[in-house]
């Protein structure tokens, strides 16, 4: 299984990021793919994720009704778009795959991209 995420750059704030996760090597239809964060001098943190099949979505309350997973079954790929970017979004963002349910947990997911930097501007 690889996840490739991109996408990532600096911004100011307010501004909005679209990250992309191309993900290959197996059939994801009973996965869940999550995106996580980590900020220098802290611990990774759950940012969103989404059921493969049927799309549900959940949501960290700090990104809520900023953020918005979405994925496209043609194309193997899950994005996150994020719109009103504050400068308490930046860090480098990974994108996940776990099978079965949602988890909140990085300990839960089985595989990760490589990362790609979010940094926001005040």
């Known amino acids: 299984v690889q996840l490739q995420a991109s996408g990532g750059g600096l911004v100011q704030a307010g501004g909005s990021l679209r990250l992309s996760c191309v993900a290959s090597?197996?059939?994801?239809?009973?996965?869940?793919m999550g995106w996580f964060r980590q900020a220098p001098g802290k611990e990774r943190e759950f940012v969103a994720a989404?059921?493969?099949?049927?799309?549900?979505?959940s949501y960290a309350d700090s990104v809520k009704g900023r953020f918005t997973i979405s994925r496209d079954n043609a194309k193997n790929t899950v994005y996150l778009q994020m719109n009103s970017l504050k400068p308490e979004d930046t860090a480098v963002y990974y994108c996940?795959?776990?099978?079965?349910?949602?988890?909140?947990?990085?300990?839960?997911?089985?595989?990760w991209g490589q990362g790609t930097q979010v940094t926001v501007s005040s």
């Open positions: 090597g197996r059939t994801f239809s009973s996965y869940v």
């Open positions: 996940t795959a776990r099978p079965g349910g949602r988890s909140y947990y990085s300990y839960e997911y089985d595989y």
């Open positions: 989404i059921m493969w099949s049927g799309g549900i979505t």
